[in-house]
C-alpha cells in the first residue's frame, strides 16, 4: 500500500483509504437519517478528518480543537463523579437547533447540529450507534510499512556502524 492512501492524524491513528470510505459512508447515513444540517468528524487532538454537510464559513480548525476538548472535560467530568461511559454524548440545546458532541470510539469525536424539531431521542440512538460502528471501523490498524528501504539499509548499516566505530576511538 502506499503512502497515499494512509492518513495519519496527530493523534497517532492511521486512517487508510478503505477505512476513509466507510467513515465518509456512515457520516452521510447519520446526516440523511438524522437528519443533521452537518456533521464533523474530528480525532481527539481536535483535527478535522472529515465533514458532511453545509458548516457555512465555520472555522473548522477552531471547531474541531473545541470539539475535542469539550468532549474530554465532559468525559472527566463524569469520570469524577462516577457516571462514565463508553459513547458518551453531550448535548446542546438552542433555540433553532441542537449540537451534540459524541463519542466515536477511543480516537474520535463527532459534532453533529441537528434542528430544533427533531425528536432528540431519535437523534441519540442513530448517533450512539454510528459512534459505534466509527470505532468498529478504526479498531481495525493497518500494517505498518517499513520506513526504509531495505537495499538501502545495508549502505546505512555500513555507514552507521562506521560513524560509532570513530565515536568509540575518539573518545
Known amino acids: 500500500m ?3 492512501e494512509r492518513y495519519r492524524l496527530r493523534s497517532g491513528l492511521t486512517i487508510v483509504t478503505e477505512q476513509s470510505q466507510q ?3 456512515l457520516l452521510a447515513q447519520l446526516q440523511q437519517k438524522v437528519p ?3 456533521v464533523i468528524l474530528v480525532d ?3 483535527q478535522v478528518v472529515t465533514v458532511k454537510g453545509d458548516v457555512g464559513k465555520t472555522n473548522l480548525v477552531m471547531l474541531g480543537s473545541l470539539v475535542a476538548g469539550d468532549l474530554a472535560a465532559s468525559q472527566e467530568i463524569a469520570r469524577l463523579t462516577g457516571e462514565y461511559q463508553d459513547f458518551q454524548i453531550v448535548l446542546r440545546e438552542g433555540q433553532e437547533s441542537h449540537i451534540f458532541i459524541a463519542e466515536a470510539g477511543q480516537h474520535m469525536a463527532m459534532l453533529i447540529q441537528v434542528s430544533n ?3 432528540l431521542g431519535w437523534a ?3 448517533i450512539r450507534h454510528i459512534g459505534q460502528e466509527i470505532a468498529q471501523v478504526l479498531a481495525v490498524q493497518p500494517l505498518q510499512e517499513p520506513s526504509w528501504d531495505v537495499a ?3 549502505d546505512d548499516l555500513s555507514d552507521l556502524f562506521a560513524d560509532a566505530l570513530d565515536d568509540v576511538w575518539l573518545e
Request: avoid cysteine; charged fraction near 30%.
Open 2 to 4: 502506499s503512502q497515499e
Open 23 to 25: 467513515l465518509e459512508q
Open 36 to 38: 443533521a444540517n452537518f
Open 44 to 46: 481527539v487532538t481536535g
Open 117 to 119: 424539531e427533531v425528536p
Open 124 to 126: 441519540r440512538m442513530l
Open 152 to 154: 538501502e539499509a545495508d
